[in-house]
């Protein structure tokens, strides 16, 4: 006798990387629909993440999402003998200076590679927020000799219908920034802002900002980097943010915070504080795994290795931690390094160094 399949265990919603990334399901062939995590809305796209200004954490993150949600991660943008394809080269724009992106461009045009389109890399972080496959056409990077195009999609990001955008046809009421690339992306570095900001100089969330670092150091501690990467997101805006938040709906308009983040954001400024603050921040492994993490030369994959030996003090790493050199001089100078400099001893630095 045949048995029946067993219908496959969909993932707990607190499974979701990003707190703030909802998934909908819905017919992937209608017009604005959103293609849901399960179906891998990247599948049949062949992308190639270009290493310049790229670290190797966020590469390792990119590559597992890509591969997650169904894309092909391609090794060389040699051309194919076998069956040729467009491939979206991806460039990290969220650092990189547009003169360097375009110098990018050129050279490898200039060469024999395979049909590429150039793509900024926060094209693809939006769609993992987003959950779903947007339009790249307002982040596609043009070399020196075309006509600049490096926009930053704003609110009007548009889902796409089906295949059709990613293939090349227009997404119907889609708007571009008049902006220029650098000025969009302003807001999202606080270096990049006048001090005059008073969003800069005055945290006015910061009782919700405390709360949700907590979560971003326990998650980071813990090694799970795209969760921390996803509350820091959140806690950059929120910094930024010129008023005091003080509604659900004002919270989840603010770019990086999606709906569960706004509900987090709702209990801190209801509640006064956060419960899976408590659930994740106060259990035995958390606090130790962050204390010695702050040890100068331990990983977080080595704070936990140490946790599992049973070390839980400073003293127990002292005498049974077998530390290498450079975490020896970290542990000998704990106090020092882990206390933070202040502004004036960074000034009489900077005055002996100039």
């Not at 604005?32 to 399960?38: D, I, K, N, R, T």
């Not at 460039?91 to 360097?100: A, F, M, N, P, V």
């Not at 000025?183 to 945290?203: L, M």
């Not at 919270?251 to 915070?257: C, G, H, L, Q, R």
Request: overall charge neutral; proline content about 3%.
């Amino acid at each position: 006798m045949q048995m029946a399949s067993l219908p496959k265990k969909r993932r707990k919603e607190e499974d979701v990387v990003d707190d703030g990334v909802d998934a909908v399901s819905d017919n992937p062939l209608r017009s604005g629909a959103v293609v849901p995590a399960e179906a891998g809305f990247l599948e049949g796209l062949h992308l190639f993440l270009h290493v310049a200004a790229l670290s190797k954490t966020r590469r390792s993150i990119f590559e597992r999402q890509i591969a997650k949600k169904g894309g092909i991660l391609v090794k060389t943008l040699e051309v194919s003998t076998k069956e040729p394809h467009q491939v979206l080269v991806l460039l990290e724009d969220s650092i990189t200076g547009r003169e360097k992106l375009a110098a990018i461009v050129d050279k490898l045009s200039n060469q024999k590679k395979a049909a590429m389109t150039f793509v900024g890399l926060s094209w693809l972080s939006k769609c993992l927020e987003k959950d779903a496959l947007l339009s790249y056409d307002n982040y596609v990077i043009t070399g020196t000799g075309e006509e600049q195009r490096l926009e930053k999609v704003t609110a009007d990001d548009q889902v796409v219908d089906g295949r059709s955008k990613v293939e090349g046809s227009k997404v119907p009421g889609e708007k571009s920034s008049t902006k220029s690339y650098m000025e969009g992306k302003k807001h999202k570095f606080v270096c990049a802002q006048s001090s005059e900001n008073p969003a800069v100089s005055t945290n006015l969330n910061k009782h919700i900002t405390d709360q949700l670092e907590k979560l971003a150091v326990a998650y980071k501690s813990t090694n799970d980097t795209w969760r921390a990467f996803g509350y820091q997101k959140a806690i950059s805006a929120l910094r930024n943010y010129p008023r005091r938040i003080d509604s659900r709906e004002e919270a989840s308009k603010i770019p990086n915070v999606g709906r569960k983040m706004a509900d987090k954001i709702m209990e801190i400024v209801e509640e006064g504080s956060l419960q899976k603050v408590a659930e994740v921040c106060e259990g035995e492994k958390v606090r130790t795994v962050d204390l010695f993490n702050r040890v100068w030369g331990v990983g977080p994959a080595t704070a936990e290795r140490l946790y599992e030996q049973g070390l839980r003090t400073l003293e127990d790493l002292k005498e049974k931690g077998n530390l290498n050199k450079q975490q020896q001089i970290g542990l000998k100078h704990f106090a020092d390094l882990d206390e933070r400099m202040t502004r004036s001893e960074c000034t009489e630095i900077y005055e002996e160094v100039r």
